[in-house]
């Protein structure tokens, strides 16, 4: 049953023209960056010859790629987010689904996988570009698969995070800026401050170790915690509400 759940929750993003314009925008502007990166790489050339212990085509062309590319999607996943419960709520669907033969903890898990399917798609199709350069050149794998598993962890967080924040409304818009809100202070929490609990809840303080091929438990943990603690709340603000109807 979940994974009808998120079937039906992929083609039904894949039907409406929002997915398709988000993966166009996003393929268009990272690959202009990252010729503009290219073209950078062959300007420092010269420069890296003479540097010992240089950094490589992974460091210099594709981390800073997909840098940007988590900021871009920062603004971006609330728009696929917003819909997944809040419109449910708004067309009253919810209440069939509330009375499916279906457990709550089901339907949420399914909306999820749904989304991941997207964030698995949409990263997938990012990595195309930095494999086309093992035709010329040669890649850190292993930083590759590192920056790869993050975009993924990152990606699945924002997903469950929207999705908590939908489950709240039944107004599209507000589900959307209040998860845009979220993720941003999650976001530049720990700018300005040395604070340790405001360095652990910050989600670029355990993204950017993994773009530098820098894999640690903790900041696999710290995704892992923020994808089952906002399913877990989405599944305790759903049973709420079907309990009141």
């Not at 950094?55 to 840098?67: E, H, K, N, R, Y």
């Not at 900041?219 to 877990?232: A, K, R, T």
Request: negative net charge; proline residues 3%.
């Amino acid at each position: 049953m979940i994974f009808t759940i998120a079937r039906r929750e992929l083609t039904s993003m894949f039907l409406s023209p929002l997915a398709w314009v988000i993966l166009a925008v996003i393929q268009a502007i990272l690959g202009w960056m990252f010729l503009a990166q290219i073209e950078n790489f062959y300007l420092l050339q010269p420069q890296l010859i003479e540097l010992e212990n240089a950094p490589g085509v992974t460091d210099i062309i594709i981390a800073p790629i997909f840098s940007l590319a988590a900021i871009i999607l920062l603004m971006i996943m609330p728009l696929l987010t917003m819909r997944s419960l809040a419109e449910e709520k708004k067309n009253k669907t919810i209440t069939l689904l509330f009375s499916a033969p279906i457990s709550i903890t089901q339907l949420v898990l399914g909306k999820f996988l749904g989304l991941f399917w997207f964030v698995l798609i949409l990263t997938s199709m990012l990595m195309l570009m930095p494999l086309f350069l093992l035709v010329g050149t040669e890649l850190d794998m292993g930083k590759l698969l590192s920056i790869f598993i993050g975009m993924l962890l990152l990606l699945s967080s924002f997903a469950a995070i929207g999705l908590y924040l939908s489950s709240l409304t039944d107004n599209q818009t507000v589900a959307a800026v209040s998860t845009f809100g979220a993720l941003l202070m999650l976001w530049i929490i720990e700018w300005n401050t040395e604070q340790t609990l405001f360095h652990y809840l910050s989600l670029l303080a355990h993204h950017q170790p993994l773009l530098e091929g820098l894999f640690s438990s903790t900041d696999v943990g710290y995704f892992l915690l923020i994808i089952i603690l906002f399913n877990g709340l989405t599944i305790r603000q759903l049973d709420g509400d079907r309990l009141q109807h």
